[in-house]
């Protein structure tokens, strides 16, 4: 669809929410209607207008019905419906592709991202002239310790040598101001991992720390899998830190294996010992395949990557699409009302 354009063709000046929803029919009313009480207070308030965009990346429960039906009563409601599951990054990229207003709010569709401190975010954005407004968890006490753990050594591997290291804590909950949003538009790549892509573009950026909501309806589709694959995906989308450890890896080995050798060849000729022939072999032998096979491994993450890139297929399909105009509802019902009277 034509993004609405202001005179000098770029977007127009507002705030596009972009919701990414996967099965959050029972959730979804309820957030409708805080999105909805947050879009007037901007509007009273600051004089912004507000749309709001639901992806839906391929559910299988009502909620494409849900968020069709969704009133736009201080927003514009557009609804994206994605022709299958594409995941999250997928869904994240098409509601940034489709948001006509040029500044662009991300928040889950599960209702742990509270509406209500977008009006901080704004602020920075506005007031401060922030560009890149991330929002980051002010503890992780109510997680297990392996997972605190796991997270950690995630962020320091993808971090390892980077320039612009990202938050070990930042959530996908963040406003980007409309040149930050341009920005990552503006990015080529299929194989996208958001929260690096938009720490890795720069501009003024800032963390605002909050405590991520109980969820009100479900459970969380986010499992074990998911999230190795998820990290797999950022790794060897974002970071060469796999690559640089592999060769690292290579290189203690030969050092080690070097140093073997000196000593078995000391131990032979100046303390005459037999050295073991059949136990070390294995071992040895065992240890170089081990090796070679996870560096075959790591390597094939990366050559599949790129083949992707070659092949450059879309990041998604939008099977159908629908848009609500605010203010082409108050007007019906305005028609409405003035044919009752009659």
Do not use: C
């Not at 990414?20 to 909805?36: D, I, K, M, S, V």
């Not at 409309?178 to 501009?203: M, Q, T, V």
């Not at 990366?302 to 082409?328: D, G, H, N, T």
């Amino acid at each position: 669809m034509a993004r609405t354009k202001s005179g000098d063709g770029q977007p127009a000046a507002g705030l596009s929410v972009v919701v990414p929803l996967f099965n959050e029919a029972a959730n979804l009313p309820g957030l409708h209607a805080r999105l909805t009480a947050l879009a007037a207070m901007l509007a009273r308030k600051r004089a912004l207008k507000t749309e709001i965009v639901y992806v839906d990346d391929g559910s299988w429960d009502r909620t494409l019905a849900i968020a069709r039906g969704l009133p736009a009563a201080a927003a514009d409601v557009q609804v994206l419906s994605l022709s299958r599951n594409f995941g999250k990054e997928a869904a994240l990229a098409a509601g940034l592709d489709h948001a006509r207003f040029g500044a662009v709010l991300f928040m889950d569709g599960d209702g742990q991202h509270a509406p209500e401190l977008a009006e901080k975010l704004v602020a920075l954005w506005q007031d401060e002239n922030y560009d890149v407004i991330y929002t980051a968890k002010s503890h992780r006490q109510s997680e297990g310790a392996a997972r605190r753990l796991s997270i950690r050594l995630f962020y320091r591997l993808l971090n390892l040598g980077a320039r612009h290291p990202i938050p070990e804590d930042a959530s996908d909950f963040r406003l980007l101001s409309p040149r930050a949003a341009a920005a990552l538009r503006a990015l080529p790549e299929r194989n996208r991992f958001f929260k690096g892509l938009s720490s890795w573009i720069g501009f003024r950026q800032v963390r605002v720390p909050y405590e991520p909501e109980v969820r009100a309806h479900g459970r969380s589709t986010w499992h074990l899998r998911h999230l190795v694959g998820l990290s797999i995906e950022g790794l060897t989308a974002f970071s060469t830190a796999p690559l640089r450890i592999a060769s690292l890896f290579g290189l203690l080995l030969a050092a080690s294996a070097l140093f073997l050798g000196a000593w078995t060849l000391m131990e032979t000729f100046v303390y005459g010992k037999d050295v073991p022939g059949f136990p070390s072999l294995m071992v040895g032998m065992m240890v170089i395949g081990g090796v070679q096979l996870l560096m075959i491994g790591v390597m094939g993450e990366y050559i599949a990557k790129i083949l992707s890139e070659l092949k450059a297929r879309p990041v998604y399909f939008v099977a159908e699409q629908e848009l609500k105009e605010a203010q082409a509802e108050k007007s019906n019902a305005a028609r409405g009302k003035r044919g009752a009277k009659a």
